[in-house]
C-alpha cells in the first residue's frame, strides 16, 4: 500500500482524515511524534505508523 505522511498535527485537528485515507486504500503516517501521550492517541485513531526521534520511548508496543 501507499502510505500518505502527515505532521501529526494536522491528524489530531482532522482526525477524519485517517479514516478517509484508510478507506482509499493508504496507510497513514504520522510524524514527528516524541511524545507518548501523543503516540497513543494518534494509535487509538487509527494510524498505521509513527515516525519519531524517540524509538526507545515510542515503540511497537504503542500500537498494541
Not at 491528524?11 to 503516517?29: F, M
Amino acid at each position: 500500500a501507499t502510505t500518505l505522511h502527515f505532521d501529526y498535527r494536522v491528524l489530531l485537528e482532522h482526525r477524519e482524515l485517517i479514516e478517509e485515507a484508510q478507506t482509499l486504500g493508504y496507510e497513514v503516517n504520522a510524524w514527528t511524534v516524541n511524545d507518548v501521550a501523543v503516540a497513543g492517541a494518534l494509535a487509538e485513531a487509527g494510524v498505521d505508523e509513527i515516525t519519531t526521534d524517540a524509538p526507545a520511548t515510542i515503540g511497537a508496543e504503542t500500537f498494541v
